[in-house]
């Protein structure tokens, strides 16, 4: 092979394995630029008594919604505040705020899992046959590629707030709302992105198992490495070639005697029946 032809493969072993890098930040950065999509302005709301709303993103939703605005109280002070307000406000403020805590904090662990995958994945690069509490922690929390990909779509329920707002004011407060779009919405913004990192892991994981950078894999012993250790223990050395002789002379000799034994006592059984 020509040293031109070397250093193509190399090149292109190179991309491939920088590549496989990207595949694991990818879920990163998908994060990230799905929380810049909660701040497009593209939900507008309809109404009987207020007609046509301004254009809003998600982010200002939920910051009215904790906030209070347009003349309506926010969900802290019809929880909190003491006042008392009719049972079906009650019951759509507590919709409302266990719907933003629990897309907040499932957002959080979606990222943190996508940080650590990442972090866990470059360690094995680097340090591909360790088997330190790290890594055996690391594959406890992440055993499969499937697993990884439904922590990293954890950051997608907080996408649902604006429709599920609309349908808690429907079902809650009996209160008819309109949900027309303007743009994309980010939850279908997210959502491709993220099937986008579902294909990328799908596709990379044969190229990562031929490289060696499946950080998936388990290690195992192989059946040469323990036909090997196994006779290892009970192979006897010698320093010198006559001590190696000897040692076969004396293994002959006990052999031998061993051998007249066993006819002397065959002998004594004849004799004896």
């Not at 995958?117 to 890594?135: I, K, L, T």
């Not at 992440?142 to 079902?171: C, G, K």
């Amino acid at each position: 092979m020509s040293t031109k032809t070397k250093q193509k493969k190399q090149e292109r072993l190179r991309r491939t394995r920088l590549w496989i890098r990207i595949r694991y930040l990818l879920p990163i950065f998908v994060s990230a630029l799905t929380l810049a999509t909660l701040f497009i302005p593209c939900f507008r709301y309809t109404t009987a008594a207020t007609g046509t709303n301004d254009v809003v993103s998600c982010a200002e939703l939920i910051a009215n919604a904790w906030e209070g605005g347009n003349g309506s109280p926010s969900v802290r002070e019809v929880l909190f505040g003491g006042g008392g307000y009719a049972k079906a406000t009650v019951s759509f403020s507590w919709a409302v705020l266990i719907t933003i805590l629990a897309g907040v904090v499932l957002y959080a662990v979606g990222v943190g899992m996508a940080v650590w995958s990442a972090v866990g994945a470059f360690r094995y690069f680097r340090m591909p046959h360790a088997e330190d509490n790290s890594r055996i922690l690391y594959m406890t929390v992440f055993p499969n590629r499937v697993l990884t990909l439904i922590y990293e779509a954890l950051i997608l329920p907080l996408l649902l707030f604006p429709r599920l707002l609309a349908w808690y004011y429907d079902s809650i407060m009996h209160y008819a709302v309109l949900l027309n779009l303007t743009f994309a919405e980010p939850l279908v913004i997210g959502g491709i992105l993220y099937i986008g990192t579902v294909v990328a892991a799908v596709l990379t994981r044969p190229t990562e198992r031929r490289l060696g950078m499946d950080p998936f894999a388990r290690r195992s012993v192989s059946v040469q490495e323990k036909e090997t250790e196994v006779p290892a223990a009970d192979e006897q050395t010698y320093a010198t070639e006559a001590e190696r002789r000897y040692e076969e002379l004396n293994r002959k000799t006990r052999e031998e005697q061993a051998e007249r034994i066993a006819r002397l006592l065959r002998h004594d059984d004849t004799e004896g029946e």
